[in-house]
């Protein structure tokens, strides 16, 4: 697995609106969001090739798992 980002470098994202207060662990808390995503997203695109009786997730399986998870993550935002 490849090396997470820096803590600094997310703190410097995350602080760029001034107004909002930021936790101690916010950044720590975004990676491991990102975790979850990317773990959900690769469950989802197996699931997705398995279907398709393909025995390698492909770049179309990624594709469309994530036009799906990024549409439930929006509309709960609605």
């Known amino acids: 697995m490849s090396k997470k980002a820096p803590r600094a470098a997310l703190k410097l994202h995350m602080k760029k609106n001034t107004n909002i207060r930021i936790g101690k662990n916010a950044d720590l808390m975004a990676q491991l969001n990102l975790l979850v ?35 439930k993550s929006c509309s709960g935002l609605i």
Not at 39 to 67: G, P, Y
């Open 37 to 71: 995503v990317l773990h959900r997203l690769a469950e989802e695109s197996r699931v997705k090739a398995f279907e398709e009786k393909s025995a390698t997730i492909k770049v179309h399986h990624v594709r469309a798992v994530a036009k799906v998870i990024i549409s």
